[in-house]
Structure formats: structure tokens, C-alpha cells
């Protein structure tokens, strides 16, 4: 018996990374009898039944207790997200980027706030989003594919953890990638964009070594544009530059809309916070009350 790591999922076969190689593996039938099923993500014990095929194979006979599952993507054991946007090309929708922010936060994961493209960037385009984002409670990073101290930063911050990687499309997801994860062969630009229409759309979560016990979460779909079930009020909470602010609001709790002697709106006008953030707040506070409420179990009961 060995323990490793399940990397990929493929129709019933599972890839598992140990100190030996990469195993291919099916999961004991026992698994079904416990209505459980094997996550990429799960550290396992796993025994080995073929050493002599490519790739060599085994069974999984064991799950060990999971740090945390998440449900889409369908993996487990994750520590943290990293959430990529270039400075430029494209330029960021700051209203995306709150609304990516919100939905790691809500999922229970530790961000950081990844600006790619700082080659091709102003220095003034950098220093506003520094600047706008220096409270957001995420450790923010920017990085360019062609400055390799930046990327020993980030590298820092990744190692030794499981990192879900997530952005729009066109801020250098697989380049970064490729970078990151030696062997990855992710496909990127113009090679990208030209066999598109004929590329194969199944996609499925796998875990891309960076060394050691560093993995990225490679998934498509982590993020939507829709914000996750919340209730308005909630919202405020997502927003940590708000928190030291709130206890000098008339009232409590303040949404921080309309209310007089608001701290929080005295704050973003008198530039102590982030404007733009403020703005986006007010809009995304507008779009969950236009939501039918949240249902709730115990307001059955």
C-alpha cells in the first residue's frame, strides 16, 4: 500500500500521483456501498497491481479525511484561489473582478489578486488598480510573463499549496500556466484561436504539478458572472475595506446605500476608500434586491 494524490478523472479511472510515478486506478467497488466517490484533489491509499505497464496501475482502497471539497469544480483538499486579470488587453471590468472576488470569498477559499501584462502596461494603470484594490483583504501581485522575478513572487505564494486558477478569458491563464507547470502544454494565443472551432470542448478539473507538493487546479467554469445566493444585507460583508468603517455609521448594521451618516459613503467620497469599489458595491447591492429572496429552511419551520 501507498499514498498519493488523485490528479485526474477520466469515464471511471483515476490518475494518481505518488512518490513512485504516476498510477492509473480504478476505485474499489466499496466506494459505491459508502455512497462516496474519489475527488481530483484526495490524498488516498492506493495498492499497486501492475508495475510493469505504461502507465502503471492500481486500485484506490482508501479515501483520508478532505481539508474542504468544493462543488464546482468537483475537487478537493483546494487552499486557495488565485484570481488572474491582465492590466491591459484586455483592460479590467472592475465589476467582473468584485464579482470573482465575491464568489471565492463565498466559497470559503483564501484569493490572491493576480495583474498579468505589467510589461505592456502605464505605470498609472498599475498604481490605480494598487490602489483600488489595497484593501480588499487579498494579497495582490503583478506579474508579466517576461519579468521572472515577478514570477518567483508569485511562485512564493503558490508553494506547497493546491491552487484553483480562475479569469476571463485573454489574460494569459495558459501561458501563465506553461510557466508554472513544466510538461502542462496548455494551448495559448493564436494556436488557441485557430483550431477553436474544431477543438474538443469536454473539459474536466485536473491538477497540474508545480513541483513538490505544488499544484494549480486547472477547471473551466470556476467563476460565473452571476453572485453566488446571498441576501443583500449580506454584501456588505465581501467588502472588507468597509469593516473598520462601520462602527462610526449612525446606524448599525448600515448597508451603506441611502442612510444618513454613513461612514463607509463619507469614505469613498473623501477618497480613503476605493470609489470605483464603492460604485460596484451600490450596483451589485441593486442587482440582489432585484433577486426573489433567498430561501431559507428555518424560515419554514
Not at 486500485?59 to 468544493?70: E, I, S
Not at 488587453?89 to 501584462?117: A, Q, Y
Not at 518567483?152 to 500556466?177: A, M, Q, Y
Request: net charge neutral; aromatic share 6%; charged share 30%.
Amino acid at each position: 500500500m501507498i499514498n498519493g494524490r488523485i490528479i485526474k478523472s477520466i469515464a471511471g479511472f483515476y490518475e494518481v500521483h505518488t512518490r513512485d510515478g504516476i498510477y492509473r486506478c480504478r476505485a474499489r467497488g466499496l466506494f459505491r456501498a459508502l455512497g462516496e466517490k474519489p475527488l481530483v484533489g484526495d490524498e488516498v491509499v492506493m495498492e499497486v497491481t501492475d508495475e510493469v505497464s505504461i502507465p502503471k496501475e492500481g486500485n484506490v482502497v482508501r479515501l483520508l479525511p478532505r481539508r474542504n471539497r468544493l462543488i464546482r469544480p468537483n475537487a478537493a483538499n483546494v487552499d486557495q484561489a488565485l484570481i488572474l486579470f491582465a492590466v491591459v488587453h484586455p483592460r479590467p471590468s472592475t465589476n467582473m473582478l468584485d464579482r470573482f472576488l465575491i464568489e471565492v470569498r463565498h466559497r470559503g477559499l483564501k484569493s490572491i489578486l493576480c495583474f498579468n501584462k505589467t510589461d505592456l502596461a502605464e505605470e498609472e494603470e498599475i498604481r490605480h488598480l494598487r490602489e483600488t484594490y489595497s484593501l480588499c483583504g487579498s494579497k495582490v501581485l503583478f506579474i508579466s510573463a517576461r519579468d521572472e522575478a515577478s514570477l518567483d513572487v508569485l511562485r512564493g505564494e503558490l508553494e506547497g499549496k493546491t491552487t484553483v486558477l480562475t479569469g476571463p478569458s485573454g489574460v494569459g491563464k495558459s501561458t501563465l500556466i506553461n510557466l508554472l507547470c513544466p510538461g502542462a502544454d496548455m494551448q495559448t494565443g493564436e494556436l488557441s484561436r485557430k483550431i477553436s472551432r474544431g477543438r474538443n470542448t469536454t473539459r474536466h478539473v485536473e491538477l497540474l504539478s508545480a513541483g513538490g507538493d505544488t499544484y494549480l487546479v486547472d477547471t473551466p467554469g470556476f467563476t460565473s458572472l452571476y453572485l453566488p445566493e446571498f441576501e443583500p444585507e449580506e454584501l456588505r460583508l465581501y467588502y472588507e475595506e468597509f469593516a473598520p468603517l462601520e462602527k462610526r455609521c449612525r446606524f448599525g448594521p448600515c448597508m451603506h446605500i441611502s442612510e444618513p451618516d454613513c461612514a463607509v459613503r463619507q469614505a469613498a467620497e473623501e477618497g480613503s476608500i476605493s470609489a470605483e469599489r464603492y460604485s460596484n458595491y451600490r450596483e451589485l447591492y441593486e442587482e440582489l434586491r432585484s433577486r426573489k429572496p433567498v430561501y431559507r429552511k428555518k424560515d419554514k419551520e
